[in-house]
């Protein structure tokens, strides 16, 4: 069976999407390409180490997360869910927008309200 570009697009963002919420970082960063972006209302990195740095931090703090809509083209994909965290924010709706490359996470955006994270800001901050 041959994959398309859209099925190659679903298994590296589910891939990363999983291992990034279980805590592996190495899994999660089979799926980055370079050059890599990452922007969220709090964190911008230009390399794959810098992004993963802040997970292990993040994770930690994660108590569920639901998928909401997944959505996939052949080289761009938004996932829609509901983090539930250990925080005074309590369940952060958040949007991701991905931009692939020959099958690689390039570039990845976060979509989310940061109201709720404003007394946290100094914890955030890698």
């Known amino acids: 069976m041959t994959l398309t570009a859209r099925d ?3 298994q590296a963002v589910r891939g990363y ?3 990034r919420f279980r805590g592996d970082a190495p899994a999660a960063a089979a799926h980055l390409g370079e050059p890599f972006r990452f922007q969220s209302p709090f964190i ?15 994770v930690s703090i994660v108590t569920g997360v639901e998928l909401i809509s997944e959505l996939y083209g052949d ?4 996932l829609v869910y509901d ?13 991701e927008h991905f931009r692939l ?12 309200d940061a ?6 800001t100094a914890h955030i901050q890698p």
Do not use: Y
């Not at 911008?44 to 993040?58: E, I, M, Q, V």
């Not at 965290?85 to 949007?95: D, K, L, Y």
């Not at 996470?105 to 989310?112: A, R």
């Open 83 to 95: 983090v539930h965290t250990a925080t005074p924010a309590g369940t952060q709706r958040t949007a």
């Open 17 to 19: 999407h999983e291992a």
């Open 101 to 112: 490359d020959d099958g690689k996470i390039v570039s990845i955006m976060l979509v989310f």
């Open 44 to 58: 911008t990195s230009d390399d794959r180490a810098g992004h993963l740095a802040t997970l292990p931090g993040f």
């Open 8 to 10: 190659r697009t679903r």
């Open 75 to 78: 080289a761009e994909a938004t």
């Open 115 to 120: 109201a709720p994270w404003q007394s946290m």
